[in-house]
């Protein structure tokens, strides 16, 4: 079985961002509309882990999908 777990973005004033997926704290990364990337290393400052995840284009909060957390 090969599950993604979606990370739900979080929407502000000032824009769209990723929080972390492991601890979901802070703004790791800010969206455009047109943003897309795959195999993304992003990294939290607050827990001190790395995450692997895929985004696509759009404009829903849904579009990042978490491929490994080390």
Known sequence: ????????????????????????HGKMLRL???????GLVIYCRHCKRESVVDIRAGESLDRVT???IS
């Open 32 to 38: 455009q509309p047109d943003t897309s990337a795959a």
């Open 66 to 68: 978490l491929r490994k």
């Open 1 to 24: 079985m090969n599950r993604k777990a979606v990370v739900i973005c979080k929407l502000t004033p000032s824009g769209v961002f990723v929080p972390c997926p492991v601890c979901r």
